[in-house]
């Protein structure tokens, strides 16, 4: 398959561009595309239109995507297809006429079949998959079957894909791993199987538990009955057996109780009570002493102390001084300081009155005060001064400017020139711009007619047989063309005819010549008796007989005769000799002619031929002579036709393209009248526009010029533009001078208005400067700074004033205190009078604070004794309390003196003790025979042998003892049973381990295809690339090895199997000294890269070799070659072009150079995708 | 008028089998499964107030050893004394098969009739005669039904058997009866067991198979459960299912004509899932996933199924949240146009498709290349080799299948490279 055309119609940045690479048998078509050019969106169109644009395209951001097109033509042999690929889900192929939907099947018979994949692989090579190919050669250590299979294929990776399934073989499986997935999840399986089994509950297990369950609950109920019976039995024993010492120590009490008599028995706290009263009444007895004594010694404190009440009296005004001192003297001392600014203001103002109005005082400056409204009116006066004067000489300006600019305008306007009628120039001009560049036509009229001259003149010269002149020619009545048809086949016919002869005259020399060589071999041999020969032997026999005969019979002897006879047989010189001599000579003829009889017929049979030959040799020449003659004949007639023309014609064939010659000049000859015509007419037109022109422009007063048309028309162009500018100069100034007039007037009255304005502010002013004492002419900045300094000059007097008023302020309040402080001492300290002011206050203040001082301890003095007072009455009651409580105690105790009361407590205290000890041996009693009262559990303890009790009970506990034992043995029994039994219920352990065993297996199996998938592939693989190594080592080898030089630049000789030290087959380098390099680090990469395309080209052309041939689509691949090996490259590529088309992509200009500079234009095709819309 | 439950195939602990634990899938879910769907029959019982429960045989698994098991049973078995719901049983193959059967004592609801002769309880309160016989042993052949007594006039009779019918194709062929047998019993009901797959026999909506409990693997598609069957006052029986599975299997038939890529198929297998999800009132369910058509993502598809297997289980798993098990992925897609015969005629793909082909021809080849795996064939266990998903190795099928994905796979990783595009 070939691609005549892609048409990039709508596509990534393409609109409408068509790459046309029909040219050449196929060709290596470079196409060039600069970066963002499309190089790479082109590559991908060519792929697509193959095999569909898919789904998800990002080639829709100029042409969204059903208007995404890739159109192409294709051709096969004789067949052609014209198609257009679009992107839809079906139907996506159609005709050219992009309408017809076109079967998909109509596009793979041009592919051979491929699908996208192998088409990409086997035919497109880019330099990622160059490089990738280079890297598996150095991974592979130069594995000859990998290489040959990975190159044919175009399989980049080949290495990884094996590597790869082995890696994930090995991931899921290795015979002696534990890791990998299968062998750990067996180990888990197996695990989880055992767990399982483990877990499991045997029926027999579950039912022996029961069992033991049921006769442990047995057991443990027939013991608890027993214990029912004597746990109380020994228990009543054993409260018999400790009832008994109660009984004795009951006996023993009663006594004792007796012995004591009648005693009182006392309140347990009596004595606490006894203690307390005894107590209490001696504290209080000592209370009442002392608080005696405290109230004496108060007494004589307060006797002591006596504050003077008049001071205290006046307290309040005494402790108001205590403010007014500090005011005081903080008053005497600023006052000085409030007078020495007093001073200086009264002074500054001075100051100010004297620079302003030296004529007045202080005290008349008042007269110098405006009123606010005054002030208001000055200072709006001095405002609008400005804005009027501005105004005036705005309106001047206004004036002057207006002014100028009209008279300008007249002037101008006088000096334009007046307007012309340029009608009829323009009728003209346009005329002449009508014919466009007649000169430059004409002038390339002339050209074309002088060389079509100088043409015909010179062919004239060549046309030869005949001389003469142009006109001469076109009259010549030469033959008509079917004449020198017939004279030319007569001719052909005549000559053929002699040719045909001659050449059977040398077929016949040869046949001669032939026969004789025979004959000379066959003479070589040796002689070939002929019959002749015979005859002329039996013939001399004949004569030596009748000599012989003559002689011997005849006795008559012819002597001449027998000379003659003898001569022929010399050296024999005796007639019986001779005649034996011809007699065997004749029998020998006979005999060999007999013998040689072939040799003899073969001779016979080549002389027949030859003579034969020479006939037709005679017949031959005849038949030359013949046409001979008739050529002549012809040869004369064809002379005799061209007499007339005195022409010496050569042969009819010849004359043929004399004629063609002959009426090409009279073609000609008429092309150059023609021309004349054209050059006449051009050179009329220009005149006649000259005319129209020069008298357009005379009329118009322009001088008329020798010049061409093309300067008149440029001349007459600038004429009307002239025009046009002073035309329109002149309407832009009338439309000035109309608008400035107006203008003009309006500034003038305007500086009138302001002037007016300005007479009436003057009057104004002079009335509000007035009281300033100003002149009328003072200007508003004058009375600015006047107005300021009366501002400061009241501004001084009106501070001093104030100042003036703190100062007598000072010394009415001195005033005050001094009269306020001579009161209080003149009633209260008289000594104090002839102190100052403020000392006499401060001492007056210090008496005050110590009076307050003896008041006050006065008071507390007073608050004790009262309060001593208070304590001592209440002590007096609690001693005559104390007494009461002694003498109740007594009565309690039966006795008339406090003193007994002890001995009486102790009686007491024993007997109680004793009734309590009682009490307690009854409860005992009473709660070891519970429910029976103590009188019946004394009466069954009499019915009791005390000896045997410890006897019987120990039996007992001993019994019990061992009943026990065995019943929490029971319980245990129970109690393990019944929770094994639980355990056991309903747990479903076992059967999750085997769910999980079951999934473990589950997983095992998939792993299991999974792996063998794996294996079987890696295994099928391997098989597959040893199988094609050998099968196609050989060719594909070989061409690779011629290749890789090539493509090496012959800096290796070729490529070699070779064996490794597995005894695998490897592939080596061969160097040109012989020396081998291995596909191994001392190969470079580069070099690597081109063995592999080395390989992958020799690949393709095996393919090629059975298989339609296929583009072959490369991208890019040279950017790491350097110049020579780019080079070779391009040369190998070009070389296989003529094998199947080459589309090499690239967007490297230096490789688009480098084509051009070293591949043959014949097999070279650049296309450049620079311009995005334009057609290549 | 009353009700019954008629059941049978428990297989109680009986293990799910041909679940793979993987990532995401929901493993908590199907822990105890035939046990759940116990709990949900005798709670069905409960909650329906039946008169009885019927038990067609096979409530255990026949090699299954764990007593537990049977303890299990026994006390949902007590539950329903305590609701005083009597429960009539037959033993089954598998029943019979496992000493349990004998050893654990049953609670007194639970009747379970002879295997020497058939039986009949007759429940006189609601007018009923339940005829009956179990499995002596692990293979019964002969026609157990022939033997049946004649219907108990006046009374709705039913019959309680464990039979293969007329036969299919995945059950033993034990107990073996036809439509006749049954028929000329004159009973009302017949509850049968041994047959997985729910439905009536012969056409006949009067002899039932209840299906078993709970779904075990991916042959035991659909809804699981038991029948409930009310009988009104003229004897007449309705027949309603009712679910009982806490877990479900079921398959996923995904057509991948026409796409483009890997990620077009999962996409279509995940609008499948979500049908199946819906389908399954929120159970968790066990999904074979089986993707056939003729498409251009074949080669991807084939070149690395394990790869594709797992994006469909994230796609479940996003598309069910956890509740979707992907129980197998079968990758059967075909090239998306026949191969062009001519194609491979020379060149290594050519040697690569000619050496499988020969392969598939050559058993002595094929036996060659087996020694391959003959390390791992010596790791596995038997029971791998074992019901319908065996993987043997020693099995010609398993090689020549094999195969069948080795030369896609290997094109598709071969001609992974190409043009960058």
Redesign the interface.
């Known amino acids: 398959m070939k691609i005549d055309r892609l048409d990039l119609r709508a596509f990534g940045p393409f609109t409408d561009l068509t790459l046309a690479l029909d040219r050449g048998d196929l060709g290596l078509h470079v196409v060039y595309g600069p970066n963002e050019a499309g190089k790479s969106s082109a590559?991908?169109a060519l792929?697509q239109l193959f095999y569909g644009i898919?789904?998800r395209s990002t080639d829709n951001f100029v042409h969204a995507y059903p208007e995404l097109r890739i159109g192409a033509t294709l051709s096969e042999g004789v067949e052609r297809l014209e198609c257009i690929r679009r992107k839809a889900n079906k139907n996506d192929l159609r005709a050219g006429d992009d309408v017809t939907p076109l079967e998909?099947g109509v596009l793979?018979k041009y592919l051979?079949?491929?699908?996208r994949?192998?088409f990409?692989?086997?035919f497109?090579i880019?330099h990622?998959?160059l490089v990738?190919g280079g890297r598996d050669l150095l991974g592979g250590g130069g594995n000859l079957g990998q290489i040959?299979?990975?190159a044919?294929?175009?399989?980049?990776?080949?290495r990884s894909?094996q590597q790869?399934?082995g890696d994930?073989a090995a991931a899921l499986?290795v015979?002696k791993g534990s890791n990998p997935r299968?062998?750990r999840n067996?180990a888990e399986?197996?695990k989880a199987r055992k767990e399982a089994r483990a877990?499991?509950?045997?029926?027999?297990?579950?039912?022996q538990h029961d069992k033991t369950l049921a006769q442990a609950r047995r057991k443990q109920a027939e013991l608890e009955a027993k214990l029912a019976a004597a746990i109380p039995e020994k228990s009543r024993l054993e409260r018999v057996r400790q009832a008994l010492p109660l009984l004795a120590k009951r006996n023993q009490l009663l006594t004792e109780l007796t012995g004591l008599g009648p005693v009182p028995l006392l309140a347990d706290e009596f004595s606490d009570r006894r203690r307390d009263a005894v107590a209490a009444l001696s504290t209080a007895r000592i209370t009442v002493e002392s608080g005696e004594n405290a109230i004496r010694e108060l007494d004589s404190q307060i006797a002591q102390l006596e504050p003077p009440a008049a001071l205290l009296a006046r307290g309040e005004a005494v402790e108001g001084l205590q403010n007014d001192l500090g005011g005081y003297r903080k008053a005497q001392r600023d006052r000085p300081i409030l007078a020495g600014r007093r001073d200086q203001l009264m002074s500054d103002a001075r100051r100010i009155l004297a620079h302003l109005r030296p004529d007045l005082t202080l005290a008349e400056a008042e007269s110098l005060r405006l009123t606010k409204k005054q002030e208001i009116e000055l200072q709006n006066l001095g405002n609008q001064h400005g804005a009027l004067t501005t105004r005036i000489e705005q309106a001047r300006r206004n004036f002057e400017k207006r002014d100028a600019r009209l008279q300008a305008a007249r002037r101008e306007l006088a000096g334009l020139e007046s307007p012309r009628n340029f009608d009829s120039l323009l009728v003209a001009l346009r005329r002449a711009q009508s014919l466009g560049d007649v000169e430059q036509d004409r002038a390339a009229a002339r050209i074309e007619l002088t060389r079509l001259e100088g043409r015909t003149v010179a062919e004239l010269a060549r046309l030869g047989l005949w001389t003469g002149d142009l006109e001469a020619l076109e009259r010549l009545p030469l033959p008509a063309a079917e004449s020198i048809d017939r004279a030319e086949q007569a001719h052909g016919a005549a000559e053929r005819a002699l040719e045909r002869l001659a050449e059977q005259c040398d077929d016949n020399a040869a046949n001669q010549a032939a026969l004789e060589r025979q004959l000379r071999q066959l003479e070589l041999q040796g002689a070939v008796p002929a019959e002749t020969d015979l005859v002329e032997s039996r013939r001399r026999r004949e004569v030596g007989w009748r000599l012989v005969r003559a002689q011997w019979l005849e006795r008559e002897r012819d002597l001449s005769a027998e000379r003659a006879f003898l001569a022929e047989f010399a050296p024999l010189n005796d007639l019986a000799a001779a005649y034996e001599q011809a007699v065997r000579q004749a029998d020998e003829q006979a005999d060999r002619l007999r013998r040689e009889a072939d040799r003899v017929a073969t001779r016979a049979g080549f002389l027949a031929d030859r003579q034969a030959c020479q006939a037709e040799f005679e017949k031959l020449a005849a038949q030359r002579r013949e046409a001979e003659s008739q050529r002549r004949g012809l040869m004369d007639a064809w002379n005799a036709a061209w007499q007339a023309l005195a022409v010496a014609p050569l042969t009819p064939r010849e004359m043929r393209p004399w004629v063609v010659k002959q009426q090409a000049l009279v073609q000609q000859s008429e092309a150059l009248r023609r021309h004349r015509t054209s050059v006449g007419e051009l050179e009329r037109r220009i005149a006649t526009a000259r005319g129209d022109l020069d008298r357009a422009l005379t009329e118009l007063g322009e001088i008329a010029a020798e010049e061409s048309l093309a300067v008149a028309v440029e001349r007459a162009l600038l004429a009307s533009e002239r025009n046009k500018v002073v035309v329109a100069r002149r309407a832009t100034l009338e439309t000035e001078l109309a608008s400035l007039g107006p203008e003009v007037a309006e500034c003038r009255e305007q500086s009138a208005r302001a002037c007016q304005e300005l007479a009436g502010w003057g009057a104004r002013w002079r009335a509000a400067v007035e009281p300033l004492g100003l002149p009328a002419d003072a200007t508003p900045a004058q009375v600015h700074e006047v107005l300021s300094q009366i501002h400061a000059l009241f501004d001084k007097l009106k501070d001093a004033a104030s100042f003036s008023e703190r100062i007598a302020d000072i010394g009415r309040e001195a005033e005050q205190f001094r009269t306020q402080v001579a009161d209080l001492v003149g009633q209260l300290a008289p000594d104090l009078a002839g102190l100052a002011v403020d000392e006499a206050a401060e001492r007056l203040i210090d008496s005050h604070r110590q009076a307050i001082t003896h008041e006050a301890r006065l008071d507390a003095a007073r608050k004790q004794r009262e309060k001593h007072a208070i304590q001592r009455e209440q002590a007096r009651q609690a001693i005559r309390e104390a007494e009461g409580a002694m003498d109740a105690l007594c009565q309690e105790a039966h006795c008339e003196a406090a003193e007994r009361l002890p001995e009486i407590e102790q009686a007491s205290t024993k007997a109680k003790g004793l009734h309590v000890n009682l009490a307690h041996v009854h409860d005992n009693l009473l709660l070891l025979g519970a429910p029976a009262t103590v009188e019946e559990f004394i009466a069954e303890i009499g019915g009791v042998e005390a000896d045997d009790l410890p006897v019987r009970i120990d039996a007992l506990s001993a019994q019990i003892a061992g009943w026990n034992e065995e019943r929490e043995q029971a319980s245990n029994t129970v109690a393990v049973e019944g929770k094994a039994l639980a355990d056991?219920?309903?747990?479903?352990?076992?059967?999750?381990a085997?769910?999980?065993?079951?999934?473990?297996?589950?997983?095992?199996?998939?792993d299991?295809?999974?792996?063998?998938?794996l294996?079987?592939?890696s295994?099928?693989?391997r098989?597959?690339?040893e199988?094609?190594r050998k099968?196609n080592q050989g060719p594909v080898l070989e061409r690779a090895s011629s290749l890789f030089a090539e493509l090496t630049a012959g800096s290796f000789a070729g490529l070699r199997a070779d064996y490794d030290d597995a005894g695998e087959a490897v592939l080596v380098g061969a160097r040109p000294d012989g020396r081998t390099v291995g596909v191994d680090d001392a190969m470079s990469d580069g070099t690597r890269d081109q063995l592999y395309l080395a390989l992958r080209l020799a690949?393709l052309e095996?393919?090629l070799i059975?298989?339609q041939p296929i583009p072959f689509?490369v991208?890019d691949i040279l950017i790491k070659f350097d110049n020579e090996r780019s080079i070779a490259t391009l040369k190998v590529l070009a070389g296989l072009s003529k094998r199947t088309q080459v589309i090499f992509f690239t967007h490297h200009q230096h490789l688009v150079e480098l084509a051009e500079q070293h591949l043959d234009g014949a097999e070279l095709f650049v296309h450049r995708l620079e311009g995005k819309t334009r057609s290549l | 008028m009353f009700k019954f439950i008629h059941a049978a195939d428990i297989h109680l602990d009986s293990p799910l089998k041909g679940l793979e634990q993987y990532e995401g899938a929901p493993i908590d879910e199907i822990r105890g499964a035939t046990r759940r769907a116990l709990e949900n029959l005798a709670r069905l019982a409960i909650d329906e107030e039946v008169a009885f429960v019927l038990i067609a045989g096979d409530v255990y698994d026949g090699n299954w050893r764990d007593f537990k098991t049977g303890l299990f049973f026994r006390s949902e078995m007590s539950r329903l004394r305590e609701a005083d719901i009597p429960v009539y049983l037959i033993s089954g193959n598998h029943d019979a098969a496992n000493r349990m059967t004998k050893s654990l004592e049953l609670p007194d609801n639970v009747t379970r009739l002879p295997s020497k002769k058939p039986a009949t309880v007759p429940l006189e309160r609601y007018g009923v005669s339940i005829h009956g016989q179990g499995f002596a042993n692990a293979a019964v052949r002969e026609n157990l039904a022939a033997a049946y007594p004649l219907a108990t006039p006046g009374h709705f009779n039913i019959g309680l058997l464990h039979t293969s019918a007329s036969g299919s194709p995945s059950h033993e062929p034990y107990a073996a009866c036809n439509h006749d047998d049954l028929r000329s019993k004159e009973y009302d009901y017949w509850a049968l067991g041994h047959i997985h797959q729910r439905g009536e026999v012969w056409g006949d909506s009067r002899i039932q198979f209840a299906g078993n409990t709970q779904g075990r693997h991916i042959r035991e598609t659909g809804p699981k459960g038991c029948l409930v069957v009310s009988v009104d006052d003229r004897r007449r029986a309705d027949v309603r299912f009712e679910p009982l599975d806490v877990f479900r299997w079921e398959r996923a038939q995904v057509d991948a004509g026409h796409a483009e890529n890997g990620y077009d198929v999962v996409d279509r297998v995940a609008n499948e899932l979500r049908r199946v999800r819906d389908d399954c009132d929120d159970r968790p369910v066990a999904v074979r996933v089986q993707v056939n058509g003729a498409c251009r993502a074949h080669e991807s598809l084939a070149a690395e199924p394990a790869r594709w297997t797992n994006e469909i289980r994230a796609v479940a798993r996003d598309t069910a949240a956890g509740n979707i098990w992907i129980e197998k992925v079968k990758l059967e897609t075909s090239p998306a146009h026949e191969l062009d015969s001519t194609r491979w005629a020379e060149g290594p793909l050519a040697e690569l498709a000619e050496y499988v082909a020969q392969l598939q021809a050559d058993p002595a080849e094929r036996a060659r290349l087996a020694g391959e795996l003959a390390e791992l064939k010596r790791k596995l266990p038997a029971e791998l080799k074992e019901g319908d998903d065996r993987i043997d190795l020693d099995d010609p099928q398993l090689l020549t299948d094999a195969l069948r994905h080795v030369e896609p796979m290997l094109l598709g990783r071969l001609r992974a490279g190409g043009f960058a595009s």
């Open positions: 590559l991908r792929r898919p789904s998909p793979s051979a079949g491929l699908d994949e192998t990409e692989t086997m497109g880019d990622p998959a990738q040959l299979f990975a044919a294929a175009g399989i980049a990776d080949l894909v790869r399934l994930e499986f015979p299968i062998n067996l399986w197996d877990a499991e509950l045997p029926s027999s297990e579950w039912e056991m219920d309903t747990s479903a352990a076992a059967a999750d085997a769910e999980r065993a079951q999934s473990l297996l589950a997983e095992i199996g998939s299991v295809e999974e792996y063998v998938r294996r079987l592939a295994a099928v693989l098989e597959a690339i199988r094609y099968k690949s095996n393919y059975e298989k689509i991208d």
